[in-house]
């Protein structure tokens, strides 16, 4: 059998669909750069018709990025695929993929108008022809035709197995069979896929592909067993961001394809150095943590503690490390940034992290480097990362906080004032809260006269002592468009009303995107 693996990244769809943030169309189109640098073979740049700014995030990298195949997802229905079909025109090698749900609860649940049938069996026969319509309309705009079966996991096998066959006659190069739900468990997974290869009618004429999600934990084993069952693509997300639990992680599929090839015995076109960056674009972006002792890119993934385990890799790295930390990106000898760091040094750190910038715009992080750096004893990637965004893909200031009080103590109520500059108007405002934070950002919201919603919160100290520096992500939401606010400072009550206008910013900006877009 063939032994070449492809790898579908779907940290644009699937990923950022789930990461309750939207990223603008620059922003995407910065990772899926970093993407086709690290060598996957296929990029899901997004879902075109569910909004006009994924339609123009598609397009925008169909034009831009010419090496990995560029896709765009899309229900089986003909007017979605005719518009994915628009968004990845001008892709030099363009997929749509498409399809729906073939498990029962799918079917009796998501397609229960009667207009679909009334019993299940009429339901599924009407599913089928969805199906094959579907792939039929996908292949007048290209060739690459990707079918998924959603909820493959809990399917019943043989009308999967119909369904299957009917999209390969009507054109589908390659089959998705996701486990949608993370349900299935390895060996069971791995045997669907050998049944698929070995019963479907010629399925040995496309590439299957696996699509795991992570709800018990079993994305990454399941995406694996599935490929030693005889699957040739992989689909997973940077740091396995996705719906609910996330997707399989990306890096670690990759790694135990790589650390494990005398088991597998399978070839990538992956650069796994560009690891490291890739990870901590996307968490940046998103505004996401990595947690430490996450597979592969977690900060402590090659730290050793215990002194039996030190002295082990002290006389022989391989006692206690399977991967090389090099192998994945992590930097070899780590620069720490300070004040006294030059242009030279901040240069390097940023390739390291992906970013390559031309002379003037690479002196405008640098200012703003020596600023932050003379507020704290070491900038850290994250900090960069927000320079960068702060300075190189700037959002228009049209929120400004010029004046903000706050008064808490025992026995009194939590108050704020704000002055807030919206555009040419001033408005002054007091609010009271649970506490400073939540009366600061009363006092905004009732200034900004904007129904946001703050979904998510979170801080984090970055140095140690009492001039710690404390970040602040939070996660702002309006009619259903959420975006990741973030701001720095000694004081953590002014990094709050920092990320918060920061926040009310890139809405504002996420909303004019969406107004030039329509
Ligand atoms: O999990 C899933 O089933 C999906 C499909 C839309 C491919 O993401
Ligand atoms: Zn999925």
Not at 505 to 510: D, E, G, I, T
Request: glycine share 8%; charged share 25%.
């Amino acid at each position: 059998m063939n032994n070449r693996l492809f790898i579908f990244d779907t940290t644009l769809r699937d990923g950022e669909q789930a990461a309750g943030t939207r990223l603008g169309s620059a922003d995407k189109l910065e990772i899926a750069r970093q993407l086709s640098r690290l060598g996957v073979d296929i990029i899901e740049a997004g879902f075109p018709s569910s909004s006009p700014e994924d339609f123009e995030a598609v397009s925008l990298i169909a034009r831009e990025i010419t090496e990995p195949v560029i896709c765009g997802l899309s229900r089986a229905v003909a007017e979605d695929i005719q518009i994915c079909g628009r968004a990845i025109a001008k892709a030099r090698r363009p997929r749509i993929h498409t399809g729906l749900g073939v498990s029962d609860i799918h079917v009796i649940g998501k397609f229960n108008d009667d207009k679909y049938g009334k019993t299940l069996e009429e339901k599924r026969a009407t599913l089928l022809k969805m199906a094959v319509n579907a792939v039929k309309v996908a292949r007048d705009f290209t060739n690459d035709v990707q079918f998924f079966a959603e909820d493959a996991g809990r399917a019943h096998r043989p009308f999967l197995f119909e369904v299957l066959e009917a999209v390969i006659d009507a054109g589908a190069t390659v089959l998705n069979i996701p486990d949608t739900t993370g349900y299935a468990i390895p060996e069971q997974y791995g045997a669907l896929i050998r049944d698929i290869c070995s019963k479907v009618k010629n399925s040995g004429k496309v590439v299957i592909s696996v699509h795991c999600h992570d709800d018990l934990g079993m994305a990454v084993a399941n995406s694996l067993a599935g490929v030693k069952n005889g699957a040739r693509q992989v689909e997973g997300t940077i740091n396995g961001i996705g719906e609910r639990a996330g997707n399989a992680a990306m890096e670690e599929i990759v790694m135990a394809i790589q650390t494990r090839q005398d088991y597998f015995c399978l070839k990538t076109q992956m650069k796994p150095t560009e690891f490291y960056r890739t990870s901590r674009m996307v968490a940046a972006k998103l505004g996401m943590t990595i947690p430490p002792n996450k597979a592969v890119i977690g900060g402590n993934a090659f730290s050793h503690s215990s002194g039996i385990h030190v002295d082990g890799v002290l006389k022989e790295r391989q006692t206690y490390e399977i991967i090389n930390p090099e192998d994945v990106g992590f930097p070899a000898s780590r620069i720490v940034l300070t004040a006294r760091t030059g242009h030279a040094g901040v240069k390097h750190r940023l390739e390291e992290l992906g970013y390559t910038f031309a002379k003037e715009e690479l002196d405008q992080v640098y200012q703003r480097f020596l600023k932050v750096a003379d507020k704290k004893q070491e900038v850290f990637d994250d900090d960069l990362a927000a320079i960068v965004r702060d300075e190189i893909h700037p959002v228009p200031e049209i929120y400004r906080l010029d004046y903000w009080n706050t008064s808490t103590g025992k026995g009194t109520i939590p108050s704020a004032t704000v002055r807030l500059s919206i555009g040419k108007d001033e408005v002054e405002i007091a609010a009271w809260g649970d506490g400073p934070v939540d009366a600061l950002f009363k006092a905004i919201s009732m200034a900004a006269n904007k129904p946001v919603e703050l979904k998510k919160y979170e801080i984090k100290a970055v140095t140690s002592g009492a001039k710690a520096m404390g970040e602040v992500n939070v996660q702002l939401e309006e009619s259903g468009v959420a975006v990741t606010g973030y701001g720095a400072s000694t004081d953590i009550i002014e990094a709050s009303a920092k990320a918060y206008i920061d926040g009310l910013n890139r809405l504002y900006a996420v909303r004019e995107e969406r107004d030039h877009a329509l």
